[in-house]
């Protein structure tokens, strides 16, 4: 199976098409949204593309398609909008052999997590990408922000299949991070 993630798109329609047609360019099978999907909070600046109502109607309209959990920015006033679920703290998945925990990060994190030996953590939140070991053979995954990056990085997206994941540029599709499992 093929996933894809992204995090913190903000309302932001332009990235939110672009993470669309790469999801449809990629082939993947899911698309799995890391938290922050309509607003832009307090310390981010508004975007030429800020426009959340053409968000949900884009997000409405490939509900099928997605998995998602609830971010800082995601309020129950959000899921009243929105035609599927976006409310849990996190999600587990196991694929491959692999377990993952997804969340946004606000409040489950590396430093509040709970994994077992050898899970992964992948979740959104800061902004910055990132591959790396922590725990008890733990791997904290990063896909950073579609919107927002910060520290220098680039708008980024990740990629799923057969135990790589692979952290790739947003406009350029170019890979960042590569991790085998």
């Known amino acids: 199976m093929k996933l894809m ?8 329609i332009a990235r939110a098409k672009q ?9 993947a099978q899911k698309l799995i949204l890391l938290g922050d999907l309509l607003y832009f909070g307090p310390r981010n600046t508004l975007t030429d593309g800020y426009n959340p109502q053409a968000v949900i109607k884009l997000l409405n309209e490939n509900k099928e398609k997605l998995l998602c959990v609830r971010g800082n920015c995601d309020a129950e006033v959000d899921q009243m909008v929105l035609d599927f679920p976006i409310m849990a703290d996190y999600a587990y998945l196991s694929i491959d052999g692999i377990s993952m925990m997804l969340t946004h990060g606000h409040k489950i994190n590396k430093e509040n997590s709970n994994l ?3 899970e992964l953590l992948v979740h959104g939140h800061t902004h910055i990408l990132c591959i790396e070991e922590f725990g008890e053979g733990n791997i904290y995954i990063n896909p950073g922000s579609t919107t927002y990056p910060k520290e220098n990085n680039p708008p ?5 299949e057969n135990g790589a994941f692979e952290i790739k540029h947003l406009d350029s599709g170019e890979v960042i991070i590569k991790l085998v499992k």
Request: zero cysteines; glycine letters at 12%; hydrophobic letters at 30%.
């Open 5 to 12: 993630f992204a995090s913190d798109i903000h309302g932001d």
């Open 19 to 27: 993470v669309f047609e790469i999801y449809e360019r990629e082939g």
């Open 116 to 118: 077992q030996k050898g």
């Open 156 to 160: 980024s997206y990740m990629i799923y």
